[in-house]
């Protein structure tokens, strides 16, 4: 798998709308027990922002959306 890790900052505002980008692209999965497993590294606060450290688990079997 390409990812490994995910590294999320958390602030208190709010930005977006109906076309603003996310921060997962491509086709999605179809069901949540699809979705591949994350496990928490960290957690460290920076003022009034937070960020989340997580190790992706390699799992190549996970199903993809498919229509």
């Not at 208190?12 to 699809?34: E, N, S, Y």
């Not at 497993?37 to 498919?66: C, E, G, K, M």
Request: aromatic share 6%; net charge negative; glycine share 10%.
């Amino acid at each position: 798998n390409l990812v490994d890790e995910i590294i999320c900052y958390v602030a208190p505002k709010l930005a977006g709308g109906t076309g603003a980008p996310g921060p997962v692209g491509g086709p999605g999965i179809d069901r949540m027990d699809h979705a591949r497993p994350a496990t928490l590294r960290s957690v460290n606060q920076f003022a009034q922002d937070i960020r989340l450290w997580y190790d992706l688990t390699p799992d190549a079997t996970v199903p993809r959306h498919t229509s």
